[in-house]
T-cell receptor, first 113, second 112 residues
Framework: DTAVSQTPKYLVTQMGNDKSIKCEQN?????MYWYKQDSKKFLKIMFS???????INETVPNRFSPKSPDKAHLNLHINSLELGDSAVYFC????????????FGSGTRLTVV | SQELEQSPQSLIVQEGKNLTINCTSS?????LYWYKQKYGEGLIFLMM?????EEKSHEKITAKLDEKKQQSSLHITASQPSHAGIYLC????????????FGQGTTLQVKP
């Protein structure tokens, strides 16, 4: 069983399109995150939800909108995609108050052409 | 804001050699995490350090957090091709949000 699963794994789309990435975790964790990894492998946090409540919202264009229907799911919707949005997007989850760090999904490689 | 600097950025070693990767923080570290990433995969948790002077080992990988809690090192003994990948350090920024910031990563190649 995959602990944190993201779909799709690869996404190629044209500029201006709207796309969504889905994430689900079966670990019972209460917090989920979206990170963006650029071409230089630098990993930067975008959003975090704790029990469906948004707790971290970094400086991210408002074309990016996260949605958490329940604490096991955190989706990322991106409007009007731009070339600079091309990156690998990682979902992660953790349990607040523990020191076990995050469990990461395998990533979604988004390519905007 | 807190920043993490990793060195070296990339490393090529011969199988069997030892190596060290460093992670230096601009502020005191309250929790330091080491992860490994293979191409096309997510990050795998290696270990977490919290106390100054703490040292943890997993198989042939040892991580230390220095006494002043602003630097951590990851040491691999007798490297193997399976150790190849990107190693990232992550720091808990406090504030009880669970937010981690990451260094830029160190890419390790191990030549057979």
């Amino acid at each position: 069983d995959t602990a944190v699963s993201q779909t799709p794994k690869y996404l190629v789309t044209q500029m201006g399109n709207d796309k969504s990435i889905k994430c689900e975790q079966n670990l019972g964790h209460d917090t989920m995150y979206w990170y963006k990894q650029d071409s230089k492998k630098f990993l930067k946090i975008m959003f975090s939800y704790n029990n469906k409540e948004l707790i971290i919202n970094e400086t991210v264009p408002n074309r990016f909108s996260p949605k958490s229907p329940d604490k096991a799911h955190l989706n990322l919707h991106i409007n009007s995609l731009e070339l600079g949005d091309s990156a690998v997007y990682f979902c992660a989850s953790s349990q607040q108050g523990t020191n076990y760090g995050y469990t990461f999904g395998s990533g979604t490689r988004l390519t905007v052409v | 804001s807190q920043e993490l600097e990793q060195s070296p950025q990339s490393l090529i070693v011969q199988e069997g050699k030892n190596l060290t990767i460093n992670c230096t923080s601009s502020k005191t570290l309250y929790g330091l995490y080491w992860y490994k990433q293979k191409y096309g995969e997510g990050l795998i948790f290696l270990m977490m350090l919290q106390k100054g002077g703490e040292e943890k080992s997993h198989e042939k990988i040892t991580a230390k957090l220095d006494e002043k809690k602003q630097q951590s090192s990851l040491h691999i003994t007798a490297s193997q091709p399976s150790h190849a990948g990107i190693y990232l350090c992550g720091a808990d920024t406090g504030g009880n949000t669970g937010k981690l910031i990451f260094g830029q990563g160190t890419t390790l190649q191990v030549k057979p």
